[in-house]
């Protein structure tokens, strides 16, 4: 059983920063690419970052310059380091990662932090 968890949501003011971290544990052989999507309310999930297994990012468009996406591959952890955060960043955070327990990948999906930005 393979399984993500997220850590580091919260609420704050807008122009501050937050750090999201995503642990993956259990049975893992292999991970390609980590990332991070967002939902908020009445909004469809959006990819957010993503970054390959050799540390090719590729960012949305309105949070290239004030996010950046990092990995621990010897640890199975994937960070997002959020700065000059707006109320329009305000949704549920998920982590997700391509994971291979036995040579077949998989998208594993994270439970999901709520971050909170206030004007």
């Known amino acids: 059983q393979v399984q993500l968890v997220e850590s580091g949501g919260g609420l704050v003011v807008a122009g501050g920063s937050l750090r999201l971290s995503c642990a993956a544990s259990g049975s893992i052989f292999s991970i390609r690419a980590m990332g991070w999507y967002r939902q908020a309310p009445g909004k469809q999930r959006e990819l957010v970052a993503t970054?390959?297994?050799?540390?090719?990012?590729n960012y949305l468009d309105s949070v290239k310059g004030r996010f950046t996406v990092s990995r621990d591959n010897a640890k199975n952890w994937v960070y997002l380091q959020m700065n000059s955060l707006r109320p329009e960043d305000t949704a549920v955070y998920y982590c997700?990662?391509?994971?291979?327990?036995?040579?077949?990948?998989?998208?594993?999906w994270g439970q999901g932090t709520q971050v909170t930005v206030s004007s």
């Open positions: 997700n990662a391509e994971i291979s327990s036995s040579g077949i990948y998989s998208r594993v």
């Open positions: 970054i390959s297994s050799g540390g090719s990012t």
